[in-house]
């Protein structure tokens, strides 16, 4: 019988099944060997979208919370294409492109989590806790690709070659999805909604 | 009619018939006598840039070759990775072999549990751990 591992936060992990995509239907292989293709770079995806347009109203769940206990000390790339942002109306200009944050005090810690979103007028605003954050014109990241991971316990973001931001990790367990589109508030409810068409995002481990 | 070989009272006084000229091997611009007796015009270039379109049975494509003093070009074999044995015989004379590999791009996802049926596109994988 086949086996299969992948490498996961340094450590190999066992599959008990293996399933390809054919049809838009998950099929279960049993012959491994065929599965894989050589040729082919395989990413650990652990979500992809494009198209995802932002209404103000709306929001998109990834599924994957990073600051779960069982994902807390895993690495992992955010790549996003964002364009058409513009203020909802109304708000108060702290609109949330992506985010996942615990809104108030946890662990000693206070916001834990990660925001992209709206820093008032012209600017963005990449943020990692309550006080540390990267302001980013809103001009130089729409339109562009964004890159913003988190390995070795740091946080990293960079607009497309420009210099990398490295940012102070603050945070502690929690269990809240990245959210696309919108806050979260800790009692579930949505807030900070954000006016965007997100073009192409991926989370994917590294 | 073409002579290429003259002999005189039973000695040889010219004999082109060992000659192994031709067109692609004499450089242009250039002219000589082949050794069926026949002109030969010189279509060799040097310096240019050879494309070659070989796939290996690795999926290796050799895209282009520059050659700086050879027109020779035989197939050779590229392994994926894009390498090659430089003492095969035939790399001689090359400057640069470029070598482009088709690599596709693929995802695979991980889950205790089975798959969602809205997760991923054809062609992905998903590697359950655990679970039955």
Not at chain 1, 27 to 39: C, I, K, L
Request: hydrophobic share 30%; aromatic share 12%; with cysteine.
């Amino acid at each position: 019988m086949d086996k299969v591992f992948f490498k996961q936060g340094g450590s190999w992990i066992e599959g008990s099944k293996v399933y390809k995509k054919a049809n838009d239907v998950w099929v279960e292989e049993s012959d491994y060997s065929s599965v894989f293709n050589s040729n082919s770079h395989y990413t650990h995806m652990i979500y992809t979208a494009t198209d995802l347009v932002c209404d103000g109203t709306n929001y998109f769940d990834t599924g994957f919370a990073p600051f779960s206990a069982d994902n807390l000390n895993k690495d992992f790339k955010i790549t996003i294409y964002v364009s058409n942002l513009t203020a909802v109306s109304g708000g108060n200009n702290q609109d949330v492109i992506l985010g996942c944050k615990y809104e108030g005090t946890l662990g000693g810690k206070q916001y834990p989590g990660i925001y992209f979103r709206r820093h008032n007028g012209d600017l963005s605003r990449f943020q990692i806790g309550g006080a540390t954050y990267w302001t980013p014109t809103i001009a130089s990241v729409l339109d562009h690709t964004l890159y913003i991971w988190r390995q070795s316990g740091n946080w990293y973001a960079q607009i497309e070659n420009e210099t990398v931001q490295t940012l102070s990790i603050n945070t502690t367990t929690f269990d809240q999805n990245i959210v696309i589109g919108a806050g979260i508030q800790t009692n579930g409810t949505p807030f900070r909604y954000s006016n965007c068409t997100v073009d192409f995002i991926k989370i994917e481990y590294i | 009619m073409a002579i290429s070989k003259i002999r005189l009272n039973g000695v040889t006084q010219i004999d082109l018939t060992q000659d192994t000229v031709t067109a692609s091997h004499l450089h242009t611009g250039y002219t000589a006598t082949g050794a069926d007796g026949l002109p030969v015009v010189g279509e060799a270039e040097t310096g240019g840039i050879v494309i070659v379109d070989t796939i290996d049975a690795a999926g290796g494509t050799i895209r282009s070759v520059t050659a700086a003093n050879s027109l020779s070009v035989t197939s050779k074999t590229i392994t994926t990775n894009g390498t090659y044995d430089s003492t095969d015989e035939g790399y001689d004379g090359y400057s640069e072999i470029v070598v482009n590999v088709e690599v596709s791009e693929m995802n695979y996802y991980t889950g205790s549990s089975a798959p969602s049926s809205s997760l991923g596109s054809n062609g992905d994988i998903y590697i359950q751990t655990g679970g039955s």
